[in-house]
């Protein structure tokens, strides 16, 4: 083979510069996360947990479990909303409260026109809430005992209106192996951590619905998820809304309070994504360009450096080979963050080739509207004026046995 007499080209080292750059960016966010405390303080005063289920079967019960389990919350209540399951989610989460007071499980209307599910469930349940603060928890999420205690005692300490602790994720099959990873990983590299919580800039935001706190009066302030009725991120829209009465929102790694499993099935994970992801950018060709560009950033340097050297190129081979590398270490500090599989950084290119596939798929389905999740359509258009929420269809006198 001819020794490589030519420098790299100018797309490989850009980069690679630029995977090293993100990398760089990754360490100072570990650096500075905000952990909820463990142990953490005796929370005195009112919360309620709040979870919006459809067709749940599989996960309410532990969920339900776990957060009747939580210690150091002792005015504790825990509302499950039943968005009109088809497979007798409600019945489930009863039998998993075995008679506890502290559970009310309730039957939610359905969602009038300008509102998505969600947010509409959400929006119910926090009309039924007494609690100080809301804290707001996915069906699939499983809380540990001091998880609660340790998230509001969180959103105390920090002074901040709404906390959201990135609970570990679980996940099974080759496709979740891939994908689910790169959910701390995006914004653990992209997102500046600090300026998510200083900064009014809408674009500096993140947020997980699977868990999070915030302040009662601030919600209410806001306008509660009126003010999302009709985005499909409500959570990171619910972050944003904070920041426009001009409080501050707080994202950090929850994997010590608790774990969620997002998808049971590679179709599951593909339709949820696909949900997801173009709604996360101005428009379904603005998804697919900046998906492209990751996968620049993190694919191109591997194939130039398996290519590079196949053919005795070896600038060109050592630039990818640093740019693959700055982008397995990025991976794995994340991993190790979050105590996520650090074996499995290697596999970075591809998970965001996964990734990029599963967006292009998502940007199709939003530009014909045929985007879906669990029966019903998904918009990403904003109505004019939202309607009010409706009250859960249970009246409020007692709660409801099991």
């Keep these: 083979m001819r020794p490589d007499r030519h420098p790299a080209p100018g797309l490989v080292r850009g980069a690679a510069v ?29 919360v309620s947990v709040l979870v919006p289920a459809r067709d749940e079967t599989a996960r309410i019960a532990d969920c339900v479990r776990a957060l009747l389990a939580s210690v150091d919350v002792p005015d504790l209540e825990v509302i499950v909303g039943d968005d009109g399951s088809r497979d007798g989610t409600a019945e489930v989460a009863r039998q998993a409260g075995d008679g506890d007071p502290r559970l009310e499980v309730v039957a939610l209307a359905p969602p009038p026109p300008g509102w998505l599910g969600k947010p509409h469930a959400c929006a119910q349940l926090a009309e039924r809430a ?89 919600y209410r302030r806001l306008g509660g998820h009126r003010a999302v009725a009709a985005d499909v991120l409500d959570d990171i ?64 340097p591997a194939a130039a450096a398996v290519a590079g050297a196949a053919r005795g190129r070896w600038r060109t081979a050592a630039w990818g080979a640093a740019g693959y590398l700055a982008g397995v270490l990025g991976r794995a500090l994340t991993a190790r963050a979050t105590r996520g599989p650090v074996r499995d950084a290697w596999m970075q290119p591809a998970s965001v080739l996964a990734l990029t596939a599963i967006g292009v798929i998502s940007a199709h389905r939003h530009a014909r509207g045929t985007a879906t999740w669990k029966g019903r359509p998904v918009t990403t258009t904003a109505p004019a004026a939202p309607a009010d929420a409706p009250a859960p269809t249970t009246d409020r006198p007692g709660r409801q046995e099991p």
């Design 18 to 46: 630029g995977a090293g750059l993100a990398t760089a960016h990754t360490a100072v966010n570990v650096a500075r996360l905000k952990r909820p405390p463990i142990p953490p303080p005796t929370i005195l005063e009112p």
């Design 130 to 218: 007494r609690g100080e603060v809301l804290v707001f928890v996915d069906a699939d999420t499983v809380v540990d005992p001091h998880g609660v205690a340790a998230t509001v005692a969180l959103l105390r300490a920090a002074g901040v209106a709404l906390c959201s602790p990135y609970p570990r994720q679980r996940y099974r099959g080759w496709l979740a192996r891939l994908v689910q990873p790169l959910l701390q990983w995006s914004w653990l590299t992209f997102l500046p951590v600090d300026a998510n919580q200083r900064s009014p800039r809408p674009s500096l935001t993140a947020a997980n619905g699977q868990l999070l706190a915030v302040d009662a009066a601030t």
């Design 237 to 300: 829209g619910l972050a944003k809304a904070v920041k426009r009465v001009g409080a501050q929102p707080l994202v950090t790694d929850g994997s010590d309070v608790a774990s969620c499993e997002m998808y049971g099935t590679a179709g599951e994970l593909v339709d949820g994504y696909a949900k997801n992801l173009a709604a996360g950018f101005a428009s379904p060709p603005a998804a697919v360009a900046a998906l492209a560009g990751l996968a620049v950033l993190y694919a191109a």
